[in-house]
Nanobody, 119 residues
């Protein structure tokens, strides 16, 4: 069983920054892709950023140039550095991890962390 623990959300003023972390634990053989999604009230969950096992990244257009995704393979952890935040970034942020355990391939979601951008 794979568990994801997120941290780093909170309240920040417009123009501010936050850094989210998501650590995966369990009997993990390897991790393929890691990503961050977000869901605002009344909206569908949407991809924010994704990073492959080789370090290739892709971002949603709305966050490109402001957000940076990174991973530490030694810690099975993915990060999301968010700069120049605006109220439109307010949402619950979820990490998602694809990988392989002794039982086979898995895809797991974090519990979600609230990010609120407001003055």
């Amino acid at each position: 069983q794979v568990q994801l623990v997120e941290s780093g959300g909170g309240l920040v003023q417009p123009g501010g920054s936050l850094r989210l972390s998501c650590a995966a634990s369990g009997s993990i053989f390897s991790i393929y892709a890691m990503g961050w999604y977000r869901q605002a009230p009344g909206n569908e969950r949407e991809l924010v950023a994704r990073i492959s096992s080789g370090g290739s990244t892709n971002y949603a257009g709305a966050v490109k140039g402001r957000f940076t995704i990174a991973r530490d393979n030694t810690k099975n952890t993915v990060y999301l550095q968010m700069n120049s935040l605006t109220p439109a970034d307010t949402a619950v942020y979820y990490c998602h991890v694809l990988g392989r355990t002794v039982g086979g391939n898995f895809g797991s979601w974090g519990q979600g962390t609230q990010v609120t951008v407001s003055s």
